[in-house]
């Protein structure tokens, strides 16, 4: 089957500009999240989506950050604007059910200069 | 609120050797655990999970972890260390103890392997 499809893979923007990232998750996984891994530690959830609902948004900066999945398939997550300390991977998961395991992409990896 | 440290930021040991990657949980439930590998610009990958059932489980690529509740430990092991090993492994913890929500992760340890 083919894995979660990330894009762009890397993108350098200055700070107070905005950004993309989208993902594609894999076919029939209703759950999708979103993580934020800084350079030297473990990724941080951002966001959890069930089918185009909302799960958890509690650690998603909602002053710049916002992501959406209006069909219930892919998803973006916007930086609007952009921080210094923004710059991070950003992985995108999806999973089939509560029981089986998380499919991580490739991520995107954001350089704010 | 469900955390997992992991213990040591690099370890290095010799191809063929033990090699042995700590975890200890935080939980006020009995906890989902995870344990994930990362090799350079991918994704994570599940190495294995720990889901109440038998404590000492076993993963892909010869690896395995035992649930210890009395150390709250889940502890990563293999016996042989191979070069294809080295990467960055990640401990998981499901914050709700269901395993149906997004993982909070330990903050990793970078495997080297010396030929």
């Known amino acids: 089957e083919a894995g979660v499809a990330q894009s762009p893979r890397y993108k350098i923007i200055e700070k107070r500009q905005s950004v993309a990232f989208w993902c594609n998750p894999i076919s029939g996984h209703a759950t999708l999240y979103w993580y934020q891994q800084i350079l030297g530690q473990g990724p941080k959830l951002l966001i959890q989506?069930?089918?185009?609902?909302?799960?958890?948004d509690s650690q998603l900066p909602k002053d710049r950050f916002s992501a959406e999945r209006l069909k219930g398939v892919d998803s973006t997550l916007k930086i609007q604007p952009a921080k210094l300390e923004d710059s991070a991977v950003y992985l995108c998961a999806s999973r089939l059910d509560w029981v089986s395991p998380l499919h991580f992409g490739n991520g995107t990896r954001l350089t704010v200069t | 609120a469900q955390s997992v440290t992991q213990l040591g930021s690099h370890v290095s040991v010799s191809e063929g050797a033990l090699v042995l990657l700590r975890c200890n949980y935080s939980s006020s439930v009995p906890p989902y655990l995870f344990w994930y590998v990362q090799y350079p610009n991918q994704g994570l990958q599940l190495l294995l999970k720990y889901t109440s059932a038998a404590t000492l489980v076993k993963g892909i690529n010869g690896f395995e972890a035992e649930f210890k509740k009395s150390e709250t430990s889940f502890h990563l092991t293999k016996p042989s260390a191979h070069m294809s090993d080295a990467a960055e492994y990640f401990c998981?913890?499901?914050?709700?103890?269901?395993?149906?929500?997004?993982?909070?992760f330990g903050k990793g340890t970078h495997l080297i392997i010396q030929p």
């Open positions: 989506f069930q089918n185009n609902g909302v799960v958890d």
């Open positions: 998981a913890v499901s914050p709700s103890g269901g395993g149906a929500d997004g993982l909070t």
